[in-house]
T-cell receptor, first 112, second 117 residues
Framework: DAGVTQSPTHLIKTRGQQVTLRCSPKSGHDTVSWYQQALGQGPQFIFQYYEEEERQRGNFPDRFSGHQFPNYSSELNVNALLLGDSALYLC???????????FGPGTRLTVL | AQSVTQLGSHVSVSEGALVLLRCNYSSSVPPYLFWYVQYPNQGLQLLLKYTSAATLVKGINGFEAEFKKSETSFHLTKPSAHMSDAAEYFCAVIPAQRSGGYQKVTFGTGTKLQVIP
């Protein structure tokens, strides 16, 4: 049983560009959450998707948007990249209402 | 708002010594609490969780944690450190009662554990 997978593993972009990160949840899971982990920090909640809708959102600007597809996979889009967006982006999947989230290995985004 | 505070960003122990990583939570009602481990360049792996059942929770790799409401603490311990325990550990919290079942997990800032041979 494959766990949570994310692509790409690493990404380098320049300021002002746009980026799309992808996540496939663990088999059987219906909820996907995205987190940003800056260097030396704990993960910060970006948003959570269920039934193709954003259900909860953390304190992130509208430049951060997402999507969930009918097969429960998800994308995170970041527009107008800033240097401060450089971080490890983690995807986590779960079943709605359950306590445990399963994390993917993350995508390391570097903005130059 | 719920939050967790991890005391000590770096902890060093000798191989075979007791591991103690501290976590205190802030919440008006007892929340659900978690410990995750992160190895370099990897995602997070759940070590253990407290969800209002037994206050002493046993997890993987010999770790355990005790929920103490009076101290608002959820410290992580392991009797004997192993070299493979070197990693970063995160305490995390979610509300016990969640509207719609949605889960916004709030993480602490992490504690890096170094194990000295």
């Amino acid at each position: 049983d494959a766990g949570v997978t994310q692509s790409p593993t690493h990404l380098i972009k320049t300021r002002g560009q746009q980026v799309t990160l992808r996540c496939s949840p663990k088999s059987g899971h219906d909820t996907v959450s995205w987190y940003q982990q800056a260097l030396g920090q704990g993960p910060q909640f970006i948003f959570q998707y269920y039934e193709e809708e954003e259900r909860q959102r953390g304190n992130f600007p509208d430049r951060f948007s997402g999507h969930q597809f009918p097969n429960y996979s998800s994308e995170l889009n970041v527009n107008a990249l800033l240097l401060g967006d450089s971080a490890l982006y983690l995807c986590a999947s779960s079943l709605l209402g359950r306590d445990e989230q399963f994390f993917g290995p993350g995508t390391r985004l570097t903005v130059l | 708002a719920q939050s967790v505070t991890q005391l000590g960003s770096h902890v060093s122990v000798s191989e075979g010594a007791l591991v103690l990583l501290r976590c205190n939570y802030s919440s008006s009602v007892p929340p659900y609490l978690f410990w995750y481990v992160q190895y370099p360049n990897q995602g997070l792996q759940l070590l253990l969780k407290y969800t209002s059942a037994a206050t002493l929770v046993k997890g993987i790799n010999g770790f355990e944690a005790e929920f103490k409401k009076s101290e608002t603490s959820f410290h992580l311990t392991k009797p004997s450190a192993h070299m493979s325990d070197a990693a970063e550990y995160f305490c995390a919290v979610i509300p016990a009662q969640r509207s719609g079942g949605y889960q916004k997990v709030t993480f602490g800032t992490g504690t890096k554990l170094q194990v000295i041979p």
